[in-house]
């Protein structure tokens, strides 16, 4: 493994708009590359412009601790941060990589975040995170942390093959208990599952009842993208070794998109397939409200819940008004109390969605989300 060190101009990374998967306005990496090298990672993609061998070269932002220091500083802030989990882990490095136990870059961040008061949400698939339980346990005592571990199934065999460098999905099961264990909120990204290899209902099944047996707090689920080059180039690689058969399958549905989905029909499919196992299991699909309704503005909490909604009902193959609407309230500049009488005027709200939002203004619910998350 080559690793370069290089003086980062700039650590946090500040979202368009909420993220509703991670509730989250901010994210980092600390890291660019991964070890891990799991066949189907995205990072490979030439659109990401990680430099060097991916897999074989990790880059490390050695004053990143001194720079985010001076970037989570509120004393130093012209416009006051949103309130939100800021996000530790994705993108195009695993934030506990095997190069963190030296850095440990991703520790002091967290000591940071302490130290500043901020939630944060983490997402790896390294059993590492176990190290850094005392500051975890100390920002969940100030305000809000989720850990959640990622999973392309729960099948060890499998991830041998396709994950080689992260620890076996059992292992990562077993940490997740552990910090569930500490009154830790946790929880399983199935995402991506592999085609037609982790996608049967069979393993998409036992994935989601070992996640419902340690009692995580949410799964949130998601297909596989394959862009053409040195992503769709590896993959295709390993999956030849491993069935050949399966690449005239792979090239039915993946048709060289610009983002490397597959084709809505495929992700259809898989969608309705994991509604109905989650629904079975009464897990929920998206991260639960308590966990975040008392940090959010009033704003970001209207567009999550929209979201959240519209996600829902397109998982269940409905249609849906609620992401435009979600999305014009996310640029909005003024609070959406000041404007009780006229929400009518915002892009995409009709009647129905003004009342979901009156009601989220009122009660910082609302019945038909909350339904909607149970079925
Ligand atoms: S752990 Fe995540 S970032 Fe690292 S190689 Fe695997 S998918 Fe990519």
Not at 81 to 89: E, T, V
Not at 110 to 117: F, I, K, S, V
Not at 159 to 167: A, Q
Request: with cysteine.
């Amino acid at each position: 493994m080559t690793i370069r060190e290089i003086e980062a101009k700039s650590i946090l990374r500040k979202y368009k708009k909420i993220d509703s998967w991670f509730i989250s306005h901010y994210g980092m990496n600390l890291y660019r590359g991964c070890a891990h090298n799991c066949t189907y990672c995205d990072g490979k993609s030439e659109g990401y412009y990680v430099v060097g061998d991916f897999g074989k070269e990790v880059t490390v932002k050695i004053n990143a601790i001194e720079i985010l220091n001076r970037e989570l500083d509120p004393k130093r802030k012209r416009i006051p941060f949103k309130r939100s989990l800021i996000m530790l882990g994705g993108g195009v490095g695993d934030t506990y990589q095997p190069v963190e136990k030296k850095y440990k870059l991703t520790k002091r961040a967290l000591q940071l975040m302490y130290e500043y008061n901020f939630p944060v949400h983490i997402l790896t698939k390294s059993t590492l995170v176990k190290r850094d339980i005392d500051i975890i346990k100390k920002i969940n005592k100030q305000s809000v942390v989720i850990v959640s571990f990622s999973f392309s199934s729960v099948d060890d065999k499998i991830s041998t093959i396709f994950e080689p460098g992260v620890p076996a999905p059992s292992e990562r099961l077993r940490t997740l208990a552990f910090f569930k264990d500490e009154g830790i909120a946790c929880g399983m990204f199935l995402l991506p599952v592999i085609p037609f290899i982790t996608d049967t209902l069979e393993l998409m099944e036992k994935s989601i009842s070992k996640a419902k047996d340690i009692n995580l707090d949410f799964i949130i689920f998601g297909g596989m993208t394959l862009k053409e080059g040195k992503q769709k180039d590896y993959f295709f690689n390993v999956l030849n070794k491993y069935n050949s058969k399966l690449i005239k399958k792979y090239q039915d549905i993946y048709k060289g998109k610009k983002w490397g989905e597959a084709t809505d029909k495929y992700y259809g499919l898989i969608n309705s397939r994991f509604n109905k196992i989650a629904t079975k299991y009464k897990m929920p699909k998206r991260i639960p409200l308590a966990l975040y309704k008392d940090i959010l503005s009033e704003n970001d909490l209207v567009t999550v819940i929209l979201e959240h909604i519209d996600y829902l009902l397109k998982l269940k193959g409905k249609r849906s008004p609620y992401g435009y609407a979600a999305f014009s309230i996310s640029q909005l500049k003024q609070p959406l109390t000041t404007m009780k009488e006229e929400l009518q005027k915002i892009k995409g709200v009709g009647k129905t969605t003004e009342n979901i939002i009156s009601e989220i203004l009122e009660t910082g619910t609302s019945a038909y989300y909350e339904k909607l998350m149970m079925l």
